[in-house]
């Protein structure tokens, strides 16, 4: 019977619509007399957490196992004939395995006793996984937030290209498995983390890094799951309002302005029952109206003709209005089935939102709005003692309107400077009012459990499952209110004036341009769907081996706007592991384990050639007359309106598509008319090998270092070769198609040492999470604003002219960390009816790479290779220096918590601060936000092209007039503020404070 329910589970159509039902925790153990296994013995578990109880019994081998359970504290009661009743006490964690082994007495010998588990159950499990509890996370100096509290964890950090994103043991910030309930949270291209949850709801988080079993799937990188609290049979629940005020902060270098205006954040939760171990509810709400100091960027000075000063950077505040509510019910259906449904939905206005940090003007602010909406509904059923069977459906919507409050064509359109990273200024990016943009998923997983205890084989902990993932976008993508944006040549300040300075676009590119990105097809929605089945066991071959066999069988289908399918391919990845007891007695463990994990088919990689929806983007090259190019007189609409006149009067509008009205070296980008697939495309995927050992310190610590090493593999990659395919695009415009493949020519590997220790003896709790990495490669297949993006290489990509070692060099990538450190000191003080805790934590966090590195011209050097029939030729990026050679400061900090409650009855009160940053050091440490502009002929008529793969390139001092470059034969300049910040966000955070007053019942 017990076979034939794994087999069923393992058979279940892949259309059953799935989605991840990890939202529990396992208990197993073995349980012996005198040395022997003690079969038959009842085993009994209960928890605030559960439900009525659950029991059975243990068989040959005296193993008992309990699958998906909700985590929490539980006790344990074993009992047999002629034996001592022993009573146990247990703490499960979210996606964790805890071992309780027991040894039974004859009766008469020893009173019935409680005691607690033996070891923690990070030490059970050869998964590399840290769990932190709310309790603990309140302690800390920490935001309870998903984002913050994953971050603290070894292995993790936000050190990515994109905002709301994680690095987990170096992988793309785009390809983490997020989950809030078992739905997948992050949004559908760039994987930002949504936050669907109320803090105060959330009852734990569980970071899984390395050696994950074969349930869960869809990444490359990690696994953050995190769950909110249900009901019970007591009533509970909390009031909190937690303050801030920019006030309180300390000022960065850059002196951004600090208002004095008081935040709060309020939350409320409120569980408990309608019957008594039948139906249980919960709710939460968290109401928010808080602002964040900004800054804009600093327009540079110039001090030739016509000179002008650097602007001061502008502080403004950024105003978040945002609701959230969470409803939840858990019922018994009968005394072996429950179900539990929940929903979640948050809606959020935003003022003074900004697309990207560059900005220079409060001009390119704007409003947003989005509302966003999870429901998950998940089943288990008890079918015998050992089988439980689970079902779980989830669906998470969410929605996006910000940018241009018009379409005018003034107004309407975006300037960047192309002098200063091209950094926006005039008007929003994208359109607020053409239309919402959509990102939707729904996900439904059946999964089935079996405990099997042969005393001949050992015990095996079965679970088979079947799993679809569906992921859709509805994008009508307007790049600003007019779909016009101008490159201008540069921009001045004077007087509390903007001036766009206009050249002429010259021959090689430079000057100033006009971007045109129409929408040619109306928007329609695309569907990604991963289809998944999986088996996993955990084999107790002898009393101190433990096993982990598993696979994962992943099958993509990508479907994109326009109904052509991008990708149709399928993996299967092996999951095993291994965990020895050295001692026999659980307090000291080794393990190793190898894996296999598969990612999805990224949104931006499989639509990247649809044509519903998406803008293009071709640009135009600008003849007219030079504009503020010696004389700062003519203001920024008037000369936006000259501009288009010239253009549309003069050179024929965007209906002259012909060479000499388009931009040399220009972008030529027509949806439906840009990448090509050919049935090929396959997920991107790591191969993994860790090993690890972890010992228990007395009884209230351990020590747990674990050694991961990662190679990624089937990199996204472009191919523009003679032999790929060209075409003439409705506008008359030819291009070469990218053929997007996968390529094992390029290389991400990363090394990392992880140690995670805690030791609380008494009233003191002390703890240190450490990471020692490398990450290195040249992977740049990823992108802060579109997420996954093809790479380059160089054996794919226009070979007759990429053919040079520095444009894809190895070396440092983006999330390489040598080291960080979260490090704390907690003290718990008794004081009558309350307590005062105070936690003091300091974090060191190396710093970050980044690279002088820049476009150049791959035509026009002497010798270049003669055109064999491309439409254009692409300009080439070319390393100045080793890839990642330069590094940003590495940052300190000094945190301290003290939290107060006293108990009034059965009433928590409690106030709690915390100081950040306590010695206000300022480090430089976001290399994202400094100014890395390479001047190159590429950009500027003032440089010589050379041939990248023969010459040394001579670089232009910093500073010198472009005169002096081209006297002296330069090929490069960097800008004169190279690698210094752009704004106050390149510097780590100044101290600030924070308070939170609340209630708890």
Not at 836 to 853: C, H, K, R, V
Request: proline share 5%; hydrophobic share 35%; with cysteine.
């Amino acid at each position: 019977m017990k076979r034939a329910i794994v087999a069923l589970a393992g058979a279940v159509s892949f259309f059953a619509i799935p989605l991840l039902a990890q939202t529990s925790a396992s208990l197993t153990g073995v349980v012996s007399v005198e040395g022997r296994p003690l079969p038959g013995v009842a085993v009994t578990i209960s928890s605030p957490e559960l439900q009525g109880t659950r029991s059975t019994f243990t068989g040959d081998s005296g193993a008992y196992s309990f699958s998906a359970l909700p985590p929490g504290e539980y006790s344990i009661a074993m009992t047999f004939a002629g034996m001592e009743t022993l009573r146990l006490a247990a703490a499960l964690r979210l996606s964790q395995t805890s071992r309780v082994d027991a040894v039974m007495k004859p009766a008469g010998t020893i009173e019935a006793i409680t005691v607690s588990a033996n070891a923690p159950s990070v030490l059970d499990t050869p998964e590399v996984t840290t769990n932190m509890t709310l309790p603990f996370i309140e302690r800390l100096p920490v935001q309870r937030n998903q984002l913050s509290t994953a971050q603290f964890a070894p292995g993790v950090s936000g050190n990515t290209l994109g905002n709301g994103e994680l690095a987990i043991a170096g992988g793309p910030g785009y390809d983490n498995l997020v989950l809030v309930n078992g739905v997948v949270v992050t949004e559908n291209t760039r994987g930002q983390m949504r936050p669907m949850y109320v803090e105060d709801a959330i009852q734990e988080t569980t970071v899984l890094t390395g050696a994950i079993s074969a349930q869960y799937g869809r990444f490359s990188g990690g696994v953050v799951n995190t769950i909110t609290k249900s009901g019970g049979n007591e009533l509970d629940g909390s009031l909190r309002d937690s303050l801030s005020n920019p006030s309180w902060s300390a000022q960065s270098p850059a002196l951004e302005a600090r208002e004095n205006n008081l935040n709060h954040v309020g939350e409320g939760t409120l569980g408990g029952y309608v019957v008594r171990d039948r139906l249980w509810f919960f709710g939460a709400g968290r109401w928010a109206k808080n602002d964040t100091a900004r800054q804009t960027l600093s327009i540079p000075a110039l001090t030739s003709n016509p000179v002008s000063p650097a602007s001061p950077a502008i502080s403004y505040a950024e105003g978040n209005d945002q609701k959230r509510y969470e409803a939840k019910l858990t019922g018994q259906i009968g005394a072996r089935q429950t179900v539990a449904a929940s929903w979640f939905g948050v809606n959020t206005d935003g003022s003074n939102a900004r697309f990207a940090n560059n900005i220079y003007d409060l001009a390119s602010l704007t409003t947003r709005i989005d509302p966003e909406s999870l429901l998950a509904v998940h089943y288990n059923g008890m079918l015998a003692a050992n089988t439980l069977l689970e079902g779980h459906y989830s669906a998470r919507k969410f929605s996006d309107r910000t940018g241009a409050q018009t379409t005018d064509l003034i107004a309407g359109t975006v300037l960047l400077d192309r002098a200063n990273n091209n950094t926006r200024f005039h008007s929003p990016t994208l359109c607020a009012v053409c239309d919402a943009e959509r990102r939707n998923n729904d996900d439904v997983l059946l999964e089935a459990h079996d405990f099997i205890d042969a005393k001949s084989f050992g015990s095996h902990d079965l679970i088979a499952g079947v799993d679809r993932f569906s992921e859709s976008r509805y994008a009508n993508n307007h790049q600003s209110g007019s779909d016009f944006s101008i490159f201008v040549s540069r921009a001045q300040w004077i007087n509390g004036v903007i001036y766009p300075v206009i050249t002429p676009t010259n021959a090689t590119g430079g000057g100033t341009f006009i971007r045109w990105n129409p929408i040619l097809v109306a928007a329609n929605q695309n569907d990604l769907r991963t289809d998944s089945a999986f088996i996993n066991d955990t084999w107790s071959v002898v009393s101190r081996l433990t096993l982990s066999l598993g696979v994962r069988f992943d099958r993509n289908h990508a479907v994109d706007a326009d109904g052509v399918v991008s990708s149709r391919d399928q993996k299967l990845s092996p999951r095993l592991s291994a965990q020895y007891d050295l001692r026999g007695d659980g307090r000291q463990r080794i393990s190793v384990s190898f894996a296999d994990y598969a990612s999805r088919i990224a949104d931006s990689i499989a639509s990247s050639n649809q044509a519903a929806g998406n803008a293009a983007a071709i640009d135009f090259a600008y003849r007219g007359p030079a504009i503020n190019n010696t004389g700062l007189t003519v203001p920024m609409d008037e000369a936006i309106r000259r501009i288009f006149d010239y253009f549309n009067s003069q050179q024929g509008g965007t209906d002259n598509r012909t060479a000499a009205n388009l931009r040399a070296q220009g972008s030529r980008s027509i949806p439906g008319y840009s990448t090509y697939f050919d049935g090929s495309l396959a997920s991107p995927s790591v191969r993994e090998i860790t090993a690890g050992y972890g010992t228990e310190i007395g009884k209230t610590g351990f020590v747990r270092a674990d050694y991961i090493h990662r190679d990624w593999r089937d990199f996204y990659a472009a191919s523009v070769t003679t032999a790929t395919k060209k075409a003439n695009t409705p506008l008359g415009i030819p291009v070469d198609l990218s053929l997007i493949q996968n390529s094992n020519n390029l290389e991400r590997r990363y090394r990392g040492v992880l140690l995670q220790a805690r030791w609380s003896p008494g009233r003191f709790d002390f703890g240190t999470h450490y990471t020692w990495s490398k990450l290195r490669g040249n992977d740049d297949g990823e992108s802060g604003t579109t997420g996954a993006v093809a790479n380059t290489d160089p054996s794919l990509f226009y070979p007759e002219y990429f053919n040079y070692s520095r444009v894809a060099p190895i070396g440092y990538l983006q999330g390489d960390q040598r080291h960080r450190i979260r490090a704390w000191a907690g003290y718990r003080l008794p004081l009558g009816k309350g307590s005062l805790e105070g936690t003091l934590m300091q974090s060191y966090d190396s710093g970050l790479p980044y690279s002088i590195a820049g476009a150049i011209n791959l035509t026009r050097y002497a010798g270049a290779p003669a055109n064999l029939g491309y439409a254009s030729v692409p300009n080439g990026l070319y390393y100045f220096s080793g890839r990642g050679e330069l590094r940003a400061e590495s940052i300190r900090s000094t945190d301290l918590a003290l939290r107060y409650s006293i108990f009034v009855s059965a009433v928590e009160l409690f106030a709690q601060g915390d100081l950040l940053n306590a010695f206000n050091n300022a480090a430089i440490f976001d290399p994202k936000l400094l100014n890395t502009t390479v001047s190159t002929a590429a950009t500027s008529t003032a440089f010589l092209p050379f041939d990248p793969a023969k010459q040394t390139p001579i670089q232009c001092p910093q500073g010198a007039p472009a005169a002096t470059c081209t006297a002296m034969g330069a090929n490069y300049q960097l800008a004169s503020n190279f690698g210094q910040p752009l704004n106050n966000l390149a510097y780590q955070t100044p101290r600030a404070m924070r308070v939170s007053l609340g209630v708890r019942f």
